[in-house]
């Protein structure tokens, strides 16, 4: 689980740490910013609305 945690870092600590946990089987990852989340973490996303989610 990583929350929010792309916020705190710059964009080579960015994609350094995505190409870390890109490997791994399942990663949740939490951010309030979508444009925090690097482009290189592919997969399903998810986005909490009121009332509900958006996929």
Not at 14 to 25: N, P, T, Y
Request: no cysteine; charged share 35%; proline share 4%.
């Amino acid at each position: 689980i990583l929350d929010d945690v792309f916020a705190e870092l710059d964009v080579q600590r960015r994609r350094k740490l995505a190409a870390i946990v890109s490997g791994a089987e399942q990663v949740l990852v939490t951010a309030a910013v979508d444009a925090d989340i690097p482009e290189e973490l592919s997969g399903r996303r998810v986005k909490v609305i009121p009332g509900g989610i958006d996929e």
